[in-house]
């Protein structure tokens, strides 16, 4: 098994690095895309389509914003992507993950997990964690697989999910789980769902709060204390959650962990 550790260059050339620059499409960081290729290889990977100014974004490569290390992995069985520094500005990151890990020590941007391009789905196995916030659209159309994330997440969390877990140790912004089929989202707190779609809150024993696999934090060069956070207080005895989305015929749930 292996590990990729992807560092950010503190600049990239182009201009592309600027506040006010394109998004980037990142969905080709992928470990079992990478398994067996060669790190040059890796590198060559395009990362943009289209025109930004003068910059043709189909001619940047993942060789331009980031520096590659390649070793064993640590955890047997797992081949691992870890991301260092803040790639707020790239999209689709895990959007094509069936397994491995993905662990982002920073921010990401929008659309972590999910369908990419004219894929029916988004992440369809394996994890990932992200140390930092997330953008929008976290988890579209998700199958399977568990997303992490230790700061906040940005509108349309979970839409159209189809299964699996994502856990959010902030806040949510608004549209959580709008469309949702099936899968889990695990929060602090119980966000307000419109009534309509979602259950009435229901306080009940959450007995599979004893049955979550805790994500690795050594990759996290200051581990990731918030995550740390929302796995104890969903360990605890008591949880909050509602169903939806009801106006799809939804049979997904909601849940937050209540204070011991």
Do not use: K
């Not at 290729?37 to 043709?56: K, V």
């Not at 509108?155 to 959010?168: E, Y």
């Not at 605890?236 to 939806?244: D, F, H, L, V």
């Amino acid at each position: 098994m292996t590990r990729w550790t992807l560092t950010r260059h503190v600049t990239s050339g182009g201009g592309l690095d600027r506040d006010d620059g394109p998004m980037m499409d990142a969905s080709c960081i992928d470990p079992a895309r990478f398994a067996g290729q060669s790190d040059d290889w890796i590198l060559s990977q395009p990362i943009g389509a289209g025109r930004s100014g003068e910059a043709r974004l189909d001619e940047v490569r993942l060789g331009d914003w980031f520096e590659l290390q390649t070793a064993a992995s640590d955890e047997p069985g797992l081949d691992t992507v870890v991301i260092r520094g803040d790639v707020g500005r790239f999209s689709h990151i895990g959007g094509n993950l069936a397994s491995g890990q993905i662990m982002v020590d920073g921010n990401v941007g929008d659309f972590l997990g999910s369908a990419v391009g004219g894929n029916r789905t988004g992440l369809s196995g394996g994890r990932i964690v992200v140390s930092g916030n997330a953008g929008s659209h976290v988890g579209h159309r998700m199958r399977r697989g568990e997303i992490w994330i230790g700061g906040d997440a940005g509108d349309f969390l979970a839409a159209h999910m189809v299964a699996g877990t994502i856990a959010v140790a902030g806040s949510a912004g608004p549209d959580l789980a709008i469309g949702m089929r099936r899968g889990t989202v695990l929060l602090s707190e119980m966000p307000e769902l419109p009534s309509g779609r979602f259950t009435a809150p229901i306080r009940s024993r959450y007995l599979f709060g004893s049955l979550i696999s805790v994500p690795e934090m050594s990759f996290f060069q200051q581990g990731c204390a918030s995550i740390d956070r929302l796995i104890h207080r969903l360990c605890g005895e008591w949880a909050i959650s509602r169903r939806g989305d009801r106006a799809v015929g939804g049979q997904g749930e909601v849940v937050s962990g209540i204070d011991r």
